[in-house]
């Protein structure tokens, strides 16, 4: 299984970065998907989560309104649009799959998603 995100990078606060996370060696639309973050010296939180249908989306208080999981099953891949980036979104994020639940399920896991990907930087500056 691997999950590939890309799409980070450096943006001055305002700013829009659109992150993506390419799936192989599972069935992607059997799979509920999500993002999580850690920014330095923080504990690992919870961004966004989308169901296996596409249908059903849970966001994180400090994100919602600004960014917006989707997923294009044709493609295999896994999308945030991050619109009006504050410094503090600065972190590594993670692609995440997990094969049970759903996504209002994921924002509340005591444990951690099955998979993960490698994770891609996102900087934001002020």
């Known amino acids: 299984v691997q999950l590939q995100a890309c799409g980070g990078g450096l943006v001055q606060a305002g700013g829009s970065l659109r992150l993506s996370c390419e799936v192989s060696?599972?069935?992607?639309?059997?799979?509920?998907m999500g993002w999580f973050r850690q920014a330095p010296e923080k504990e690992r939180e919870f961004i966004a989560a989308i169901s296996w249908s596409g249908t059903s989306t849970s966001y994180a208080d400090s994100v919602k309104g600004r960014f917006t999981i989707s997923r294009d099953s044709a493609k295999n891949t896994l999308y945030l649009q991050m619109n009006n980036l504050k410094p503090e979104d600065t972190a590594v994020y993670y692609c995440?799959?997990?094969?049970?639940?759903?996504?209002?399920?994921?924002?509340?896991?005591?444990?951690?998603?099955?998979?993960w990907g490698q994770g891609t930087q996102v900087t934001v500056s002020s």
């Open positions: 060696g599972l069935t992607f639309s059997s799979y509920v």
């Open positions: 995440v799959a997990d094969p049970f639940g759903s996504a209002q399920y994921m924002s509340r896991m005591t444990s951690p998603p099955r998979y």
